[in-house]
């Protein structure tokens, strides 16, 4: 339970579980109603944060890493290894998402 509430990692929890509320809304209320096209904005807008904004913090704190001594660095928490997500994490999550979201809608009534 612990590691969903972390950033970074395959595959992307965050999406995932945005994803799959939100097609489980389309699967339930149906994919032309206003509360399924917000829903897929904001799932938009995570996938795009998760790849492009948290990815590029991952990237700059690699390079920190190699250019800047340990000691310099040293946090109270350390400098987390992850922030972000490749794209792939971020499709694995979509996938997983998808699979939930169809799970859910055949199992619960």
């Known amino acids: 339970m612990r590691d969903i509430l972390k950033s970074g990692g395959m595959p992307s929890s965050h999406t995932a579980a945005v994803a799959s509320m939100t097609l489980l809304g389309g699967l339930r209320e149906g994919f032309d109603t206003s509360l399924f096209a ?3 904005v904001f799932t938009a807008i995570i996938a795009h944060d998760a790849i492009k904004v948290r990815g590029s913090i991952s990237t700059i704190i690699k390079l920190l890493r190699r250019t800047i ?14 922030v972000g997500h490749t794209f792939g994490e971020v499709f694995v999550g979509l996938v997983l998402a998808v699979a939930v ?3 859910c809608h055949w199992i619960l009534p």
């Not at 001594?69 to 992850?82: N, W, Y």
């Open 101 to 103: 979201a169809f799970l």
């Open 69 to 82: 001594p340990p000691d310099i660095l040293e946090m109270e928490d350390g400098l987390p290894s992850t």
């Open 38 to 40: 917000l829903s897929a």
